[in-house]
């Protein structure tokens, strides 16, 4: 079957690369690097095995930071490369590691097998380690085969997932019996991945390793410039992550809050860079006045339109139109609305504004994380809204009782406190993979 799904995937890759060729001419980020995508780029410095981590997009390297922090704490000897598979992605984790020049971060390789024996022989690990869940056929098994152990830290598999991948049992069962570890965030994502073919001993119920992630002070020294900045006296609060559908959602929620407190501020963030330019004729469409955050660098009328009209301190709606900056408009916010929760996509980092301190709003859709939306709504933490009339109904309440924001913001940081540990469990079961003998070739 994997012989198959090789096939597949090498016809695909002309179409795959046109499609890559085609969006870097909007967005350069696409070529840039493009090499490690089949197996090329520079050669890891050292002699030693090192560490290979991979993030596959924003929201894994967010959650990785802490992790690679500690591994070169625990390991500073060793070489370590980040690989992402988005250029977004690759972006965060060049912006996260850039103080790192031990850190070399760059695109992960397709899964075909010459272009991940490339990536082996150019990263040498003695240890990859898997952010969430990026279960890669050709990528396990080339590992297996060169007895590189493979550790899926704080992994997570939907019902759905598991179900679609036990069709195709023989992809990658054979691989992650030979190979791989699990550090589940759950027992109930434990029990998918023993059906998914993992032997029972190699799984341990670890946590989210998202709980461990602490803010540092300079998350708050920023948010403190960018509230004084945007909105030093006027209510602000943050739709962040958010999908087709949900940005109109937003500006309905917003234009009911406006109606008693009318010098408000929506900060939006879109998930996905290319749906920027979308988002912003929206907002042109609106006739709300609103400013995009990268013009806030240059001079404002560069953004045109109404956007030409606003400015930081007046505009009713600022498109956050950056990589990065999203924990930093949470802190910065009296009330945060996460996406991908209003539309079936399954709900994005409810942590992130949660460990802020932040009251927490997000929509009925959260099976990427069912675990945490519960965890947090059982705890206090977190209010669910249907659609953005129920939406501009909750922050028109949070945003006129103070009160009532902070007991909704005390209780999910309170929650998020008390489940930290995993990161502890994971660079327990690193160490013990570190010390473990090469694996021979099955």
């Not at 390297?61 to 070489?79: E, F, G």
């Not at 028109?396 to 913001?409: F, G, N, T, W, Y």
Request: charged content about 20%; proline content about 6%; glycine content about 8%.
């Amino acid at each position: 079957m994997r012989v198959l799904y090789t096939l597949l995937a090498t016809l695909a890759l002309p179409f795959a690369s046109l499609v890559v060729l085609w969006r870097g001419l909007r967005e350069r980020a696409y070529w840039r690097g493009w090499s490690a995508r089949f197996g090329g780029g520079a050669e890891l410095p050292g002699e030693a095995r090192g560490l290979w981590v991979h993030a596959v997009s924003v929201g894994e390297v967010q959650a990785a930071m802490s992790l690679v922090t500690a591994l070169r704490k625990a390991w500073p000897s060793l070489p370590l490369a980040v690989t992402s598979a988005t250029p977004a992605g690759r972006e965060r984790a060049r912006e996260a590691f850039a103080a790192d020049a031990a850190v070399d971060v760059r695109y992960a390789p397709y899964d075909l097998p010459w272009a991940v024996r490339g990536a082996l022989r150019r990263l040498r690990p003695g240890l990859l380690v898997i952010v969430e869940t990026e279960l890669w056929p050709n990528l396990l098994h080339e590992c297996a085969r060169e007895g590189v152990p493979v550790l899926v830290a704080s992994a997570r598999v939907s019902a759905r997932s598991a179900a679609r991948w036990t069709r195709f049992r023989g992809l990658l069962q054979p691989a992650l019996g030979a190979t791989v570890t699990v550090a589940a965030q759950s027992a109930a994502d434990a029990g998918r991945f023993t059906s998914l073919g993992v032997p029972a001993a190699r799984i341990h119920v670890c946590g989210n390793i998202k709980f461990d992630r602490t803010p540092g002070a300079a998350v708050r020294e920023r948010a403190l410039q960018l509230r004084a900045h945007y909105a030093a006296a006027r209510p602000m609060w943050v739709a962040g992550s958010t999908h087709p559908g949900e940005e109109s959602a937003a500006l309905e929620a917003h234009a009911a809050l406006r109606t008693t407190h009318g010098d408000a501020l929506l900060v939006l963030a879109p998930r996905h860079r290319p749906r920027f330019a979308e988002v912003a004729t929206t907002l042109e469409a609106s006739g709300l006045s609103w400013l995009r955050r990268s013009a806030t660098a240059r001079d404002p009328a560069d953004a045109g339109g109404a956007a030409a009209a606003a400015t930081a301190s007046n505009a009713a709606v600022l498109l956050l139109d950056t990589i990065g900056e999203l924990e930093d408009f949470y802190a910065a916010a009296d009330v945060a609305f996460v996406g991908g929760s209003l539309v079936p996509i399954g709900g994005h980092n409810l942590l992130e504004p949660a460990a802020l301190g932040v009251a927490t709003l997000t929509g009925p859709y959260q099976h990427n994380a069912p675990d945490i939306a519960r965890l947090l709504g059982d705890a206090g933490g977190l209010q669910f809204v249907g659609n953005g009339a129920e939406l501009g109904a909750a922050l028109l309440r949070l945003m006129s009782d103070e009160a009532a924001r902070v007991r909704l913001a005390t209780a999910a940081q309170a929650a998020v406190a008390a489940n930290r540990g995993a990161l502890a469990k994971i660079l327990g079961l690193v160490s013990d993979l570190l010390a473990s003998p090469p694996r021979p070739r099955p």
